[in-house]
T-cell receptor
Framework: EDQVTQSPEALRLQEGESSSLNCSYTVSGLRGLFWYRQDPGKGPEFLFTLYSAGEEKEKERLKATLTKKESFLHITAPKPEDSATYLCAATTSGNTPLVFGKGTRLSVIA | ETGVTQTPRHLVMGMTNKKSLKCEQHLGHNAMYWYKQSAKKPLELMFVYSLEERVENNSVPSRFSPECPNSSHLFLHLHTLQPEDSALYLC????????????????FGPGTRLTVL
């Protein structure tokens, strides 16, 4: 069964304290790995898509990387406005819909 | 209107009521989705309409009934719900293609917060 696991479940950082969120996946034939940000009471907002191991993408203080078994979302010098739940999802061969992880709830304290 | 819109944003209903959730996408996409989001659980895919074909998750109870009259509109009809159906219901859309490189990101609406009493 295809599975996506995110860790930690919750992360509390001081402003400026860099860290990484982990997304490990066990899927047959990964076609794409997606990162989303979700603020309370809102729908997920798309951040990145990664297609192959070794690929990296950056957006402001965020950088997403992909290996053959996991993806990392690196947050450099976070600010309080980066506080949100970050969701990881994978799509596999056969054009199947996304499989989501439970998310990591990030809190950045000023 | 831009992106994906959902109405109503909040809904409280009794177990014997019938109600409908509405989703509209203004992105020209060809696929639409319903998800259920409960606390401490991953997003659960409920239904997909892709290239005018419905893909159904067999574990969704029949008290949830989707309707997709055209590529821009998606409804979720609700009847005889249970308290455990209380959750955030999210609609999403995407542009699907025929190759692996065309499997694009999904854009989500703000959701409908449903409470079943």
């Amino acid at each position: 069964e295809d599975q996506v696991t995110q860790s930690p479940e919750a992360l509390r950082l001081q402003e400026g304290e860099s860290s990484s969120l982990n997304c490990s996946y066990t899927v047959s034939g990964l076609r794409g790995l997606f990162w989303y940000r979700q603020d309370p009471g809102k729908g997920p907002e798309f951040l990145f898509t990664l297609y192959s191991a070794g690929e990296e993408k950056e957006k402001e203080r965020l950088k997403a990387t992909l290996t053959k078994k996991e993806s990392f979302l690196h947050i450099t010098a976070p600010k309080p406005e980066d506080s949100a739940t970050y969701l990881c999802a994978a799509t596999t061969s056969g054009n199947t819909p996304l499989v989501f992880g439970k998310g990591t709830r990030l809190s950045v304290i000023a | 209107e831009t992106g994906v819109t959902q109405t109503p944003r909040h809904l409280v209903m009794g177990m014997t009521n019938k109600k409908s959730l509405k989703c509209e996408q203004h992105l020209g996409h060809n696929a639409m989705y319903w998800y259920k989001q409960s606390a401490k659980k991953p997003l659960e895919l409920m239904f997909v309409y892709s290239l005018e074909e419905r893909v159904e998750n067999n574990s969704v109870p029949s008290r949830f009934s989707p309707e997709c009259p055209n590529s821009s509109h998606l409804f979720l009809h609700l009847h005889t719900l249970q308290p455990e159906d209380s959750a955030l219901y999210l609609c999403a859309s995407s542009q699907e293609g025929s190759t692996s490189a065309d499997y694009n990101e999904q854009f989500f609406g703000p959701g409908t917060r449903l409470t079943v009493l």
